[in-house]
């Protein structure tokens, strides 16, 4: 069964950065579109960043600019760099992995901007 393992979440102060890193065991990473999706409290899950099995990269424009994405397929990881946080970039930040017609979710990690 394919897991994601979610890392880098915390408390951050406007204006600062944070690096979000998700490791993906028994898939095939290669053939895999991996992402980034968040969901605010009282909003619905969105999305932030993809990156296909290509490279190509695709941003929500309220993060474009600011946050990048990125893979290592020789250590099955997907990161995100966030920088110039947001009060309004406060959320659950879930990695996403699809592959042969199948979602897969991480378990979520908390992004808080706030000083």
């Known amino acids: 069964q394919v897991q994601l393992v979610e890392s880098g979440g915390g408390l951050v102060q406007p204006g600062g950065s944070l690096r979000l890193s998700c490791a993906a065991t028994?898939?095939?990473?290669?053939?895999?579109?991996m992402g980034w999706y968040r969901q605010a409290p009282g909003h619905q899950r969105e999305m932030v960043a993809v990156?296909?099995?290509?490279?190509?990269?695709n941003y929500d424009y309220s993060v474009k600019g600011r946050f990048t994405i990125s893979r290592d397929s020789s250590r099955k990881t997907v990161s995100l760099q966030m920088n110039s946080l947001k009060p309004e970039d406060t959320a659950v930040y879930y990695c996403w992995l699809y592959t042969n017609g199948v979602d897969y979710w991480g378990q979520g990690t908390q992004i808080t901007v706030s000083s």
């Open positions: 028994r898939i095939t990473f290669s053939l895999a579109t």
């Open positions: 990156i296909s099995s290509f490279g190509t990269t």
